[in-house]
């Protein structure tokens, strides 16, 4: 569980498919966090390093791309409006574990008690080397899944922070 509360599910470096130029990756920091899914810039998981997000309740499904490059390890997350969001692990092993978590998060937005309707929370800002936009790493986090709780107050700050 992170500092502020909420729960962080799995979090570590994955290639995106840009949605413009599809023949172009980038290397973002991926954060699964209560059931919304965090990109960033970089791993300092900061406001200002925020690239975007998904909600996992816009998830209709999660599936590995079978065809593998040496470089890129597919797996496809499509929205229910019929847009495909194209990711990349760097082995088999990782990709197989982001599914997983991805769908667990997906189970976790249709319980009744979750908050999946929330504003993201961002994560605090820590201490972090800034690594090249051009290298991918491997590194990945796996933290323990909590279930979500009450809101508290600093949870209600972030809320009404970005209405």
């Keep these: 569980m992170s500092v502020d509360g909420t729960s962080v599910l799995f979090e570590g470096f994955l290639q995106k498919r840009k949605d413009t130029l599809k ?13 919304t899914l965090f990109f960033y810039n970089q791993k300092s998981c900061d406001a200002s390093t925020l690239k975007g997000y ?8 999660v599936r590995e791309i079978p065809k593998a490059t040496k470089k890129h390890f ?5 929205l229910k409006n019929g847009k495909c969001k194209m990711l990349a ?4 092993a990782l990709r197989k574990q982001w599914v997983e978590h991805l769908w667990e998060a997906m189970r976790l937005s249709t319980n009744p008690g979750t908050h999946h309707s929330m504003m993201p929370l961002l994560p605090p800002q ?5 690594p090249s936009p051009d290298q991918f790493y491997p ?13 508290n107050k600093t949870d209600l700050f972030y809320l009404e922070s970005w209405s």
């Excluded at 023949?23 to 059931?35: A, G, I, K, M, P």
């Design 74 to 78: 597919m797996f496809e997350i499509i």
């Design 23 to 35: 023949l172009r990756w980038v290397t973002y920091w991926f954060r699964l966090q209560n059931t």
């Design 126 to 130: 820590t201490a972090s080397v800034t």
């Design 89 to 92: 692990a760097q082995t088999a």
């Design 139 to 151: 590194e990945t986090r796996i933290h323990k899944t909590h279930s979500l709780g009450k809101l």
């Design 54 to 61: 998904y909600y996992i309740y816009t998830v209709q499904s």
